[in-house]
Nanobody, 119 residues
Framework: QVQLVESGGGLVQPGGSLRLSCAASGSIFKIYTMGWYRQAPEKQRELVAAITSNGITNYADSVKGRFTISRDNAKNTVYLQMNSLKPEDTAVYYC?????????????WGQGTQVTVSS
């Protein structure tokens, strides 16, 4: 089993910044892709950003140029630097990790961290 623990959420004014962290622990063979998703009230969960184990990144159009995803493979940790935050970025942010080996992989999710952008 793999546990994901997120931190860094909170309340911020429009135009402000936050940095989310997600650390994976437990029985880890290899962490492949790690990513951040978000879910606003009455909306479906959506991909925000993802990063592969060799650093290839992918972003939702709505956050390109404002958010930056990075990871520390030695610490099995992924980060999301969020700048120029907008009220529409308000959501619960979830970390996801794909763990396993070349034959079997599983998805793991964190418990979520609330991000609220409001004046």
């Amino acid at each position: 089993q793999v546990q994901l623990v997120e931190s860094g959420g909170g309340l911020v004014q429009p135009g402000g910044s936050l940095r989310l962290s997600c650390a994976a622990s437990g029985s880890i063979f290899k962490i492949y892709t790690m990513g951040w998703y978000r879910q606003a009230p009455e909306k479906q969960r959506e991909l925000v950003a993802a990063i592969t184990s060799n650093g290839i990144t992918n972003y939702a159009d709505s956050v390109k140029g404002r958010f930056t995803i990075s990871r520390d493979n030695a610490k099995n940790t992924v980060y999301l630097q969020m700048n120029s935050l907008k009220p529409e970025d308000t959501a619960v942010y979830y970390c996801k990790a794909v763990e396993g080996n070349d034959h079997v992989r599983q998805n793991y999710w964190g418990q979520g961290t609330q991000v609220t952008v409001s004046s």
